[in-house]
């Protein structure tokens, strides 16, 4: 009996270092995103496929709210993890499917995997762990080198299926940790003069037709309708068409009708704002707003740089994802096919938030209670 009332204890007071307020704010996100699915004509295939991810995803949310996860600083299992990776992103050039134009899905019979959403989280863990151990040092310019070498790889890798989209999430995941690690402002704007040159490489070397269309076709939209401009041109559309109140749900014309491309993936938000208006949209994103908000505060509150440097870095992840879908469904950013998080139709993605969160929440088990003034010292090493 005793036993069970130990583990009974355990389990509450595991269940009261959860963020309950960062937890429900996810709850309305993915309710938009399976009504819209529910919304769309046909059958509910996209609808009840995604219930089961939600569920599993949830799972394990909580199972990984209850562990300790001080283990992660440990180099030599970073070290595999990143090998590991690295070997999977390079098996995924020679034997991956391709999917949408981009070889990135491991595919077993009817389930799909997307890599790169995992190592994602797993990049945070390997930026957290650089910039924690010399926080202290983090002005020398070598750090920026060093830890954009650990970035590179897997952003190359990713390139070259070609994912940009996911490329540029990469990218972002390690520009924004190093402009929170505390990084002189004089390295910051050298970076920024190499990403300049960088993107001019790139542009004359590097990408390929499509991709040049992509970007081409957001800097004129009208150019050419319909061929590469189309999907931005539908999306802008559908949410311009949404107004102020929307046209209800089941009313949306232009995913119903299936102008919208990929309404249950890349264009959801878009296939939302049809149907919700302007309303909807403004209390979603207040829903954004407090899961930022939530997340931002255990980062702040972790019992140490590493914790801190994770939930800074998964902050950078979710906001990367959504002002990139976000802008490519009103028309300001290029098409990427990045999902909207907790949104989009898909598992790959959704169970990697998902342990993202729980990650930080275990994290939050063993944080500390300090005046927010001191950490932020600490962080920047003053």
Known sequence: MSLLEGISGLFQKSLKNIDWVLFFATIPLIGAGLLTMNSFIGDNYFFDKQIIWVLIS???FFILS???FRFLKRTDLLVVLFLLSCAVLVGLLVLGSVTKGAQSWIHFGGFSFEPVDPIKILLIVI???YFSRRHIEIAHIRHIIVSGLYASIPFLLVFFQP?????VVIFSIWLGMVMVSGVSKKHLLLVFVLIIVSTLFLWFFVFVPYQKDRIMSFIHPVAD???AGYNANQSTIAVGSGQILG?????GTQSRLQFLPEHQTD???AAFAEEWGFVGILILFVFWGVLMWRILVNALLGATNFEM????GLAILFMSHFIVNVGMNIGLLPVTGIPMPFMSYGGSHLLTEFVGLGILMGMRRYNRAAHRDTIKNEFLGV
Do not use: P
Not at 163 to 167: I, T
């Open 309 to 312: 440097l994770f939930g800074m």
């Open 267 to 269: 264009f959801i938000f």
């Open 247 to 251: 046209k209800g749900v089941g009313y």
């Open 127 to 129: 930026l957290a762990k």
């Open 163 to 167: 994912d940009f989209g996911s490329a």
């Open 225 to 227: 309708l319909s061929g």
């Open 66 to 68: 209850f562990l300790d």
């Open 58 to 60: 949830v799972t394990v």
